[in-house]
């Protein structure tokens, strides 16, 4: 009996090793792609695609997780986030002001802050939704107002990420 319920729990282990590891790699599939993504030249095309994009990966870690998936709430998670950050907002302020000082520079600036922004909130996006599944939450218990102050951090990672 003993020696099957150390074999049984040596199993959950790999089981959920096996589940993080997938996860996460997902997780940095995705905030590269989002980076990539914040290129693109005409920036409401380019922030819908990586919302697009973060909707595909939260399909994602609910398949890996078994967990229900509701588009409608990752949605509202993602823009709740994204609002909140400002990301994109922030950089489309610091592109325009410098559109009218050096017209040159908005574009090279452009090219190099939203894909950061887009890697870094998606990275934070990801690990958050592995963790609160991880932990047996689902869509409908997540709070995005609780964790917000954890996506900060999760958003300075997702910057290391993709400084990489």
Known sequence: MKIQATIDGTLEQMKHKKLTSRAKKTVKIHAVI?????????PPVGVAMIIAN???????????????YRKDIGKAAISSFLVGCGTFSISGRIIWGLS??????APVIGVVTIPLFATSA?????????QHFESGGTFLTFDPDKVRGHYAELFKEGKELANT
């Open 34 to 42: 989002s980076g990539a993504m914040g290129v693109i030249p005409l």
């Open 54 to 68: 973060n909707l595909k990966m939260l399909h994602k870690l609910s398949s890996i997780y078994g967990v229900e």
């Open 100 to 105: 009218s000082v050096a017209p040159m520079a």
């Open 122 to 130: 998606t990275y934070a996006i990801g690990q958050l939704f592995v």
